[in-house]
C-alpha cells in the first residue's frame, strides 16, 4: 500500500486497541476495491477522549471506529447522533460532516447484526426472541429486535435491573409491536413458548474460558431453534454446542464483525462494496481469527503435488491427503469415470463438497488438490480457509513431459496433447497465482531443493 498526498486516515480509537482484527477488514477491502484510504488502530484514553475528536477532525481524518471504553462517552463529542445508537446508547463509527465541523455517530454493530442475520436467514418478525445478558451488546440486540417487529423479547440477565432498563427504553419505541420482557436469568424457565431465537450476548463462554455458558439446562434448549452467539472465539462456543446437540441452528457472530466494518466503511467512503470483495475479506478474517496449519498445493495436473506433497508432509511429519485420491476413495468411480458419466460440473460440485469436509476435519496435513478445482471461485475461497496455499508452477514443456505417457488423464485425451497443456496453463495461471499465498517453481526438478522452498513458504504464508 503506497501512501501518497491525497491519502486518507481512518481508523479505530480505543483502548485497548492492540488486538483489533479491523485493519485487516478495512485495509483488505481499500486494495481490494482500489480506494486510497488506511485505517490505523490509535489508543486514546478516557482522558484524552475529547481532544482526541477535536484533533481527529482537525487531522482530516474521514472516518472512526470507537471501541471500549469510549462508545458511551464518544455520544458527547458529535455533532449529531444517528437515532438507532441514540436509542442503543452507543456509537461505534464516526462519520465525518465537513458542513458541520465534527462527526456523526451510528453503531453499525447493530447494522452489521442485522445483516448477517437476514443473510443467514433468521427471521424474527414475528417471533419470540430470547437475549441472554444485558450489557451494550444485549442493547444493540434488543433494538435489531425492534427494527425486525419481533413479537415477544425476553431480556435474561444475572443482573436484572440492567434489563428492566433496556426493556423500559425500548418499550417506548416499539409501539407496541414488540413486547420487552425482562427476567432475572435463572427464571428461563417461565419462559413458556417453544422455537425460540436466543442472542447469547453475555461475556460468557469467550476464549479461554470456552467450557462455560449461562444456561446449561436441555430442558431450555430443547425449546431453541436458532441460537447466535455474539462470541465469535472460539468459533464454536459450548452454547452454540448445546443449541445444536438438541437440534437448533447455531451460528458465532464473526460476519456481525465483518459487517459492522463493511457498514462503517460504506458510510466513510459512500460507495457499496461489492459481495465478491466482502466474501474475499471474508476467508481472510477467518484465517486471522481461526489460523489453521495445512499446507495446500495447487497447480496444474503433472505440477509436482503428488510427489513433492508426500515429501513436503514426511519432512514435516504432517499427514499427506491427495483429494483426488479420496473423491475416488468416496464416490467409488475412477475421475474419468465421473467426467464421462457425470461432466466436468458434476465433479467441480464434488470438489466443493468435499472441501468442506476438508475444512472441518484436516489439521497438520498437506493437500495436494485437483487441478482444476481452484477454478470456481468458491474452491479457491475454501482452499485459502483450509492453509496456506502454495502453488507448484511448471512451464508447459516440463508438464508435458511428465505426464504425455499418462492415460488417466481424461482432458489429455486429444489430437494435440501439447498445445491443449499450452492452452490450459495460459488460461489457469492467473487464477493459481490469484488462490495461493506463495509461488513455488518445480521446473528444476530437484526434490530435496523443490521441498525446502516448500517448507520455508508453507511455514511463513499469511
Ligand atoms: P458487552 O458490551 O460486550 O455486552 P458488558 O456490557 O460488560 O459487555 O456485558 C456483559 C454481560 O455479560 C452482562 O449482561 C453481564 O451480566 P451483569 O449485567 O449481571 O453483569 C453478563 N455476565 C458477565 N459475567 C457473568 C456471569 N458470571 N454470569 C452471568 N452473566 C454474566
Known sequence: MEIQGNTRLIGLIGNPVEHTLSPVI??????????????????VTEQGLSKAIDGAYELNILGLNVTVPHKNAVMNQLVEIDDAALAIGAVNTLVRLEEKHGYKGYNTDMLGLRRQIIEDGIV???????????GGAAKAVAYMCLLEEAKKVYILNRTIEKAQDIADTLDKKSDNNTEFIPLPLSDYTHIEEENLIV????????APHTDEVVIED???????????????????????QLVEQYGGKAYNALKMLLYQAVIAYELWHDIKIPQDVIDDIYVALKRKVYPKKNIVLVGYMGSGKTTFGTALAKELGMEFV?????????????IPDIFAQDG?????????????????????????TGGGMPLRKENARLLKEIGTVLYLMASPKE???RVKGDTNRPLLQCENPYQKICDMIKQRHPIYSQCADEIVDTNCNDLQWIVSVMKEKGMNGE
Open 26 to 43: 478495512h485495509n483488505g477491502i481499500s486494495k481490494a476495491v482500489g480506494i486510497d484510504s488506511v485505517y490505523m488502530p490509535m489508543k
Open 199 to 206: 442472542f447469547q450476548s453475555t461475556s460468557i463462554g469467550l
Open 218 to 240: 436441555a430442558a431450555f434448549y430443547k425449546k431453541v431453534v436458532v441460537g447466535v452467539d455474539l462470541i465469535y472465539n472460539p468459533a464454536n462456543t459450548k452454547f452454540m
Open 124 to 134: 424474527l418478525k414475528n417471533q419470540v426472541v430470547v437475549i441472554l445478558g444485558a
Open 322 to 334: 491427495d483429494a483426488d485420491a479420496y473423491i475416488v476413495s468416496k464416490t467409488g468411480k475412477s
Open 344 to 368: 466436468e460440473e458434476a465433479f467441480r460440485k464434488i470438489e466443493t463438497d468435499i472441501l468442506k469436509e476438508f475444512n472441518e476435519t484436516l489439521s497438520d496435513t498437506v493437500l495436494a
Open 399 to 401: 508438464i508435458y513431459d
